[in-house]
C-alpha cells in the first residue's frame, strides 16, 4: 500500500516539472478558484479501528494554469463523519497538491485525469480539555468533466469527477489540559494504511 503514495508523489512533482519546462505564452497561465461538494466513504468505512460512515464534505482550492490543458492546484478538504453505533461525530481533512492534465482544452467537454500528494487528519474532539489527531501522508488519483458555461470557456465552469486516496497513518497526537491552563501533547507512532473515495461535483472561476 506504502508504494501507491510514493508513486503518485513522483508522478505528480515529475509531471509538473516537465509542464513547468514546456513552451507557452505568459496569456495560456490564469489563476482559479474551485469549490466542490464531495460525498466521502473510506474503505471498509474503517481508519484504523474506527468505522465511519460516508458523509458529504467539501473541497476549496487555489490552483494555476501552467498551461491551458495543465492546472496546478493547492486545495484544502474536510468532512465529518459519525464511528459507527455510537453517533460520535469525527472530522476528516487535509491538504493536497494537485496537478492534472486536460484533454481537448478549450472545447465544451474536456475530460480530465489528476494525481495529487498530501496529508490528512482524523480528529476526535473528545471534550473541551481532550483532543486526538491521527495523521499521515497521503495521495490520489482521478478522472472527470470540466464544462465551461461562458461562451468562450475562459472564466466559468463545472466540475464533475471521482477520485480515489491510498492512506497511511504515521501518528496519533494527544493535547489536552494539563490542569495549569496550558496543553500538553503526546504524539504516538503508528502503522496503519486504508484509502477512501469520494465523488465530487464543483465550480470553477478563472481570473
Not at 479501528?49 to 492546472?71: K, M, N, Y
Not at 489527531?133 to 461562451?151: E, F, H, K, Q
Amino acid at each position: 500500500m506504502r508504494i501507491l503514495p510514493a508513486f503518485a508523489c513522483a508522478a505528480t512533482w515529475g509531471a509538473a516539472a516537465l509542464f513547468l519546462f514546456l513552451p507557452g505564452g505568459a496569456e495560456a497561465s490564469r489563476w482559479s478558484l474551485g469549490l466542490r461538494a464531495e460525498a466521502v466513504s473510506f474503505e471498509h468505512d474503517r481508519v484504523g479501528d474506527l468505522v465511519l460512515e460516508p458523509a458529504g464534505g467539501v473541497r476549496l482550492h487555489v490552483g494555476f494554469d501552467l498551461a491551458p490543458q495543465v492546472p496546478l492546484r493547492l486545495a484544502l478538504h474536510g468532512s465529518r463523519h459519525a464511528a459507527g453505533a455510537s453517533g460520535a461525530e469525527y472530522q476528516f481533512g487535509g491538504v493536497q497538491l494537485e496537478l492534472a492534465y486536460r484533454f481537448r482544452a478549450g472545447s465544451r467537454v474536456q475530460p480530465f485525469l489528476m494525481a495529487a500528494i498530501g496529508g490528512n487528519a482524523v480528529i476526535d474532539e473528545i471534550d473541551e480539555e481532550r483532543k486526538t489527531a491521527t495523521n499521515g501522508p497521503s495521495s490520489s488519483i482521478g478522472a472527470g468533466l470540466v464544462l465551461p458555461l461562458d461562451r468562450d470557456g475562459e472564466h466559468f465552469a463545472l466540475e464533475f469527477g471521482a477520485a480515489w486516496s491510498p492512506l497511511n497513518w504515521n501518528e496519533v497526537v494527544v493535547r489536552e489540559a494539563d490542569g495549569e491552563g496550558g496543553t500538553t501533547e503526546t504524539t504516538v507512532p503508528i502503522e496503519d494504511s486504508g484509502s477512501s473515495v469520494r465523488g465530487f461535483a464543483g465550480f470553477l472561476i478563472h481570473f
